[in-house]
């Protein structure tokens, strides 16, 4: 009996992570800080999808459209793409029906003018008023310690096949640089290079330090220790969702 009552209790807060609107979530931290994964994590629990600014720049790149050629360069150097450059990539995204609960934005913004732009997206209503950009974006940053992240960053090895992603210092391959599932030799990504890295860590520095007292001011933003393993910090950023009401456009 017990058991059975425990079961509905699951599949209630099952059904409740999955059918309510938590509206856009941003996750701020330097490169390395772990945005990717726990975003990963929050897509799965949530049933909202994870919005990647790299990811769909890299895919522009893959893809040789016009943005991709204009912004492969500037992104090999570990510099940021200019932000009129990425307003229309994310506002397309943002449209499309999948975000209507919320999403997670992972590497966006990451300038202060990045963030007004999406308040201003969001308020303005973008699209069907009465359906979508209902709320203002609740924001988690994701606090590391630089020589941790250097760590991180020159230690991340990818799968070119199956995008698994290592870590020759904290989770390496059974074997020296080959993927453990398909054996096929790891990369690393042109902007984990050393110098490359140190110019990102800097870039985060000078543009995104005042992301995150933008949202500060705004009371929108809490912070969460990423110096832990991924699972606390799942744990804590689990809890700070949960504990989060979303701001509605308008009322704050
Ligand atoms: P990421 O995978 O998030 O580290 O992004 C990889 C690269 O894409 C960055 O180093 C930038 O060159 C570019 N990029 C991604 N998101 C943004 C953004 N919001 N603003 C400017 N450049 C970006």
Redesign the pocket.
């Given at each position: 009996m017990r058991e059975s009552e425990d079961q509905v209790a699951v599949t209630a807060d099952r059904f409740m992570e999955t059918s309510q609107s938590i509206g856009p979530i941003v996750l701020l931290g330097p490169?390395g800080a772990g945005?990717?994964t726990q975003a990963k994590r929050i897509t799965e629990r949530y049933a909202i999808p994870q919005i990647?600014?790299?990811?769909?720049?890299?895919e522009n790149v893959r893809n040789g459209t016009a943005l991709g050629l204009k912004?492969k360069d500037?992104?090999?150097?570990?510099?940021?793409?200019?932000?009129e450059?990425?307003y229309d990539m994310?506002a397309e995204r943002l449209r499309r029906p999948d975000c209507e609960r919320g999403c997670i934005l992972?590497?966006?913004?990451?300038?202060a003018a990045?963030a007004a732009w999406l308040d201003a997206f969001l308020e303005g209503g973008h699209s069907d008023k009465s359906k979508r950009g209902k709320w203002l974006p609740f924001v988690i940053s994701m606090d590391v310690d630089y020589n941790l992240l250097l760590l991180r960053l020159t230690g991340r090895r990818t799968c070119p096949t199956c995008e698994r992603i290592y870590n020759v210092h904290f989770q390496p391959p059974r074997v020296d640089e080959v993927c453990d599932l398909d054996g096929i030799k790891l990369v690393t990504?042109n902007?984990d290079r050393e110098e490359?890295i140190r110019e990102?860590l800097q870039?985060y520095e000078r543009?995104t330090r005042p992301v995150a007292e933008y949202y500060q001011q705004k009371g929108r933003l809490v912070s969460v220790d990423g110096m832990g393993s991924a699972d606390q910090v799942t744990e804590h950023v689990f809890r700070e969702i949960a504990n989060h009401s979303p701001a509605k456009v308008g009322g704050c």
């Amino acid at each position: 009996m017990r058991e059975s009552e425990d079961q509905v209790a699951v599949t209630a807060d099952r059904f409740m992570e999955t059918s309510q609107s938590i509206g856009p979530i941003v996750l701020l931290g330097p490169p390395g800080a772990g945005k990717g994964t726990q975003a990963k994590r929050i897509t799965e629990r949530y049933a909202i999808p994870q919005i990647s600014t790299g990811d769909l720049l890299r895919e522009n790149v893959r893809n040789g459209t016009a943005l991709g050629l204009k912004a492969k360069d500037i992104m090999a150097r570990g510099e940021l793409v200019p932000d009129e450059l990425l307003y229309d990539m994310v506002a397309e995204r943002l449209r499309r029906p999948d975000c209507e609960r919320g999403c997670i934005l992972d590497g966006f913004p990451r300038t202060a003018a990045q963030a007004a732009w999406l308040d201003a997206f969001l308020e303005g209503g973008h699209s069907d008023k009465s359906k979508r950009g209902k709320w203002l974006p609740f924001v988690i940053s994701m606090d590391v310690d630089y020589n941790l992240l250097l760590l991180r960053l020159t230690g991340r090895r990818t799968c070119p096949t199956c995008e698994r992603i290592y870590n020759v210092h904290f989770q390496p391959p059974r074997v020296d640089e080959v993927c453990d599932l398909d054996g096929i030799k790891l990369v690393t990504r042109n902007d984990d290079r050393e110098e490359v890295i140190r110019e990102r860590l800097q870039a985060y520095e000078r543009q995104t330090r005042p992301v995150a007292e933008y949202y500060q001011q705004k009371g929108r933003l809490v912070s969460v220790d990423g110096m832990g393993s991924a699972d606390q910090v799942t744990e804590h950023v689990f809890r700070e969702i949960a504990n989060h009401s979303p701001a509605k456009v308008g009322g704050c």
